[in-house]
């Protein structure tokens, strides 16, 4: 489990993140007003007893790094498999780093979640990787092409936070090369969390709807051959007068 504090308009609140049925006592004693709960385990949902604020089921991609890396390949699609092949057989240059020492993956990553989000990643999560993650990047002919955030959480997971390549229509790279080295950036992140003995790598939320406006970021991810995982995000406070409180702003 990883515990950060956050503090929004003046209030502490904590984030817990990846919390299992042996966290639920660790959990509960935290005396921050909030708490933030973050992809917890059916089986913490089932044992943690204090009052929850609100409760949300979510799906995330989830690959088993402790399958062979030659299964882990087998396991993609085809499509997917050619082009990770692809992006190998592409001089490039892979690199795992903290976010603070690659001010270039950072700007992308910023740039890409304006265009999508209409705002950079906050401080605050640039911090939380920089204490609890990393940054992976491939640059091709010195270029950067790609960059992912991850958090890891010793030797359970690795989840896969931000990514970015760099704009298709500039022209500054052809596009199926772009395509390729995404898909490579994502293998080496596997394969890199799996040399660290790190058991679960988690590709992050599906939309888990077909019909979904975004439904090809699920395509993308699946093709890599994750299975669904359920798990769960919840908001709870030890106190009365917290709770009360988010009730009244949620039902004025």
Same mark, same amino acid.
């Given at each position: 489990?990883?515990?950060?504090? =956050?503090?929004?308009?003046?209030? !502490?609140?904590?984030?817990?993140?990846?919390?299992?049925?042996?966290?639920?006592d660790?959990?509960?004693?935290?005396?921050?007003?909030?708490?933030?709960?973050?992809?917890?385990?059916?089986?913490?949902?089932?044992?943690?007893?204090?009052?929850?604020?609100?409760?949300?089921?979510?799906?995330?991609?989830?690959?088993?790094?402790?399958?062979?890396?030659?299964?882990l390949?087998?396991?993609?699609? =085809?499509?997917?498999?050619?082009?990770?092949?692809?992006?190998?057989?592409?001089?490039?240059?892979?690199?795992?780093? =903290? !976010?603070?020492?690659?001010?270039?993956?950072?700007?992308?990553?910023?740039d890409?979640?304006?265009?999508? @989000?209409?705002?950079?990643v906050?401080?605050?999560?640039?911090?939380?990787?920089?204490?609890?993650?990393?940054?992976?990047?491939?640059?091709?002919?010195?270029?950067?092409?790609?960059?992912?955030?991850?958090?890891?959480?010793?030797?359970?997971?690795?989840?896969?936070?931000?990514?970015?390549?760099? !704009?298709?229509?500039?022209?500054?790279?052809?596009?199926?090369?772009?395509?390729?080295?995404?898909?490579?950036l994502?293998? @080496?992140?596997?394969?890199?969390?799996?040399?660290?003995?790190?058991?679960?790598?988690?590709?992050?939320?599906?939309?888990?709807?077909?019909?979904?406006?975004?439904?090809?970021?699920d395509?993308? =991810?699946?093709?890599?051959?994750?299975?669904?995982? @359920?798990?769960?995000?919840?908001?709870?406070s030890?106190?009365?007068?917290?709770?009360?409180?988010l009730?009244?702003?949620?039902?004025?």
């Amino acid at each position: 489990m990883i515990h950060t504090v =956050k503090t929004k308009s003046g209030l !502490p609140y904590s984030v817990v993140w990846f919390p299992d049925a042996a966290d639920v006592d660790t959990v509960a004693r935290l005396r921050t007003p909030l708490t933030v709960i973050r992809q917890a385990s059916a089986a913490f949902m089932h044992r943690y007893e204090q009052p929850l604020l609100r409760r949300l089921r979510f799906c995330t991609a989830i690959a088993d790094l402790t399958q062979s890396e030659d299964r882990l390949m087998a396991n993609m699609s =085809k499509t997917c498999r050619a082009s990770v092949r692809h992006g190998l057989n592409t001089a490039h240059v892979f690199e795992v780093l =903290k !976010p603070s020492e690659s001010p270039q993956a950072r700007t992308l990553i910023d740039d890409f979640n304006r265009r999508l @989000y209409g705002r950079p990643v906050s401080a605050a999560n640039w911090q939380l990787t920089e204490q609890h993650g990393v940054l992976t990047q491939i640059r091709v002919d010195g270029q950067l092409i790609a960059a992912n955030t991850h958090l890891f959480d010793g030797t359970l997971r690795a989840r896969a936070l931000y990514g970015a390549t760099i !704009p298709r229509e500039q022209g500054r790279a052809a596009p199926r090369m772009i395509a390729d080295i995404n898909r490579l950036l994502t293998w @080496y992140d596997m394969t890199y969390f799996r040399s660290l003995g790190v058991r679960t790598y988690d590709a992050g939320g599906l939309f888990d709807d077909p019909d979904h406006p975004s439904a090809g970021v699920d395509r993308f =991810k699946l093709a890599f051959g994750y299975t669904r995982r @359920y798990e769960y995000h919840a908001l709870t406070s030890p106190y009365l007068l917290a709770r009360r409180g988010l009730n009244l702003l949620r039902n004025p």
